[in-house]
C-alpha cells in the first residue's frame, strides 16, 4: 500500500480519489509552506511554529529538520505525482494542500533565486540593533554587551576588540537610529509622487510580467512535450535503453522544474509591487514611532526593510549613504529627468507638500 506524506491519508475507495487531506494535519502542511513562502521565516522557525502548534508525524514524534526540509520540496503537496521509478509525472486524483505558486515559491527560495527579507533575530533581545549597525572605521557589524558600573549595569553597543572605534550606550544609539529613521518620513507631496510613480511602474512592469510568464509557459509546454515524447520511446516504441531513458528524464524533469520557479517568480514579482506602495502609504509616515513600539521581531523586520544592507556608525553619528530602502532603491529606478524621486543629499527628500 503506498504511504502518503505527512498530511494526506489514503482515501477510501468509495470517494473515487486516492488521498484525502489529513484532518490532523492539513492545515498544519499548508501553514508551513505559507509562512515559508513569505521570506520572513527560516525552515526552523517554522518548523518550531508548526510543531507548538501540535505537527507531529503519524508516528506522534516531532518531524526532524531533515524530513521538514524534504517535506517542502514534495510536489505531491501540489496535487501533482511524481513517480521516477514508475515513469509516472501528471496531475492526481486529490485535492493540494499547497498552490503552484506557493510551492514554485517555497522551491525559489530554497534555491536562493529570490531574494527574502528575512529577520534576521538575534539571541539578545536587549539590543535590537546588533548585527544590523557596523563600525565606520572597519567595517564590522557592532556587538553589544552589558558592563557593571558602580551604580548599576549599563548596556553599550560597541565594536570588536581589535578595533574599538565605537563604544556608545545603547539609549544613545538607539535614539540616534530613531532620528535617522524621523528623517525618512516624507511629506505629503512626495507621497504622492511617490504613489504616482509606483503605479506609473507597475502598470509597465505587469506588461513585462505577462510576456516573461508566456516566455516560460511556452518552454514549460515545450519540455513537458520532450518528456512526453521520451515516454513514448522508452515505453511504447522499446527505442531506448532504460539507462538513456532514465538519463534524459531526469535531465528534462530538472529544466521543468526551474522553467516553472521562473514562471511562478515572474507572476509574483507583480505583488512585490504592492507591497511596495502599502509600504511607502502605510510605513514611511511613521517609521520611527513604529520602531519605538515594536516588540524585538517587528523591529529587526523594520530595520531589514529600511536598511537592508545595515548602515555605519561613526561613533558619534550615522554616516549617511545612498538611500539603502528597497521601497526607495525601486523608485530610484523609475526616476526620469522631471521627477528626480530620491535626494542626492541622502535619506531627506527634496519636496514640500
Known amino acids: 500500500m503506498f504511504i502518503p506524506p505527512v498530511g494526506y491519508l489514503n482515501a477510501p475507495k468509495w470517494t473515487g480519489k486516492s488521498l484525502m487531506p489529513d484532518p490532523d494535519r492539513a492545515a498544519l502542511v499548508t501553514r508551513a509552506f505559507e509562512e515559508f513562502a513569505t521570506g520572513r521565516f527560516t525552515k526552523e522557525e517554522v518548523l518550531d511554529s508548526i510543531t507548538r502548534s501540535g505537527f507531529r508525524t503519524r508516528a506522534g514524534s516531532t518531524m526532524n529538520p531533515q524530513s521538514f526540509g524534504r517535506m517542502l520540496t514534495n510536489r505531491l503537496y501540489t496535487g501533482f505525482i511524481d513517480m521516477p521509478h514508475f515513469a509516472v509525472s501528471r496531475r492526481g486524483d486529490f485535492d493540494p494542500l499547497v498552490s503552484d505558486e506557493t510551492f514554485y515559491r517555497v522551491q525559489a ?3 536562493g533565486r529570490i531574494q527574502v527579507v528575512g529577520p534576521h533575530l538575534r539571541s539578545r533581545p536587549d539590543f535590537p540593533l546588533k548585527g544590523l549597525v557596523r563600525c565606520a572605521d572597519c567595517g564590522r557589524p557592532l556587538t553589544a554587551s552589558w558592563s557593571k558600573g558602580r551604580s548599576g549595569r549599563y548596556a553599550y553597543y560597541h ?14 544609539l538607539e535614539g540616534a537610529f530613531s532620528d535617522e529613521l524621523e528623517r525618512l518620513q516624507p511629506t505629503p507631496g512626495y507621497m504622492r509622487l511617490v504613489k504616482d510613480l509606483v503605479l506609473r511602474a507597475w502598470r509597465e512592469r505587469t506588461v513585462e510580467v505577462g510576456r516573461d510568464a508566456a516566455d516560460a509557459e511556452r518552454s514549460a509546454k515545450a519540455i513537458q512535450q520532450k518528456l512526453d515524447r521520451l515516454d513514448e520511446a522508452f515505453i511504447y516504441a522499446k527505442a531506448i535503453d532504460l539507462d538513456t531513458y532514465e538519463r534524459q528524464r531526469d535531465r528534462l524533469r530538472q529544466e521543468l522544474t526551474f522553467t516553472q520557479i521562473d514562471k511562478h517568480s515572474v507572476e509574483l514579482e507583480k505583488f512585490d509591487v504592492e507591497g511596495i506602495l502599502a509600504f511607502a502609504e502605510r510605513v514611511l509616515p511613521r517609521a520611527a514611532d513604529l520602531w519605538v513600539q515594536a516588540s524585538l521581531n517587528q523591529k529587526q523586520r523594520l530595520q531589514q526593510l529600511f536598511f537592508p544592507d545595515g548602515i555605519a556608525f561613526d561613533g558619534k553619528q550615522f554616516v549617511r549613504t545612498a538611500v539603502t530602502t528597497h521601497a ?3 523608485l530610484t529606478c523609475a526616476d526620469d529627468s522631471e ?4 535626494s542626492p543629499t541622502g535619506f531627506e527628500p527634496v519636496f514640500w507638500p
Open 328 to 330: 526607495f532603491n525601486y
Open 159 to 172: 565594536c570588536w576588540r581589535q578595533c574599538r572605534a565605537v563604544n556608545v550606550t545603547k539609549a544613545k
Open 109 to 111: 527560495i530554497l534555491q
Open 339 to 342: 521627477n528626480q524621486v530620491a
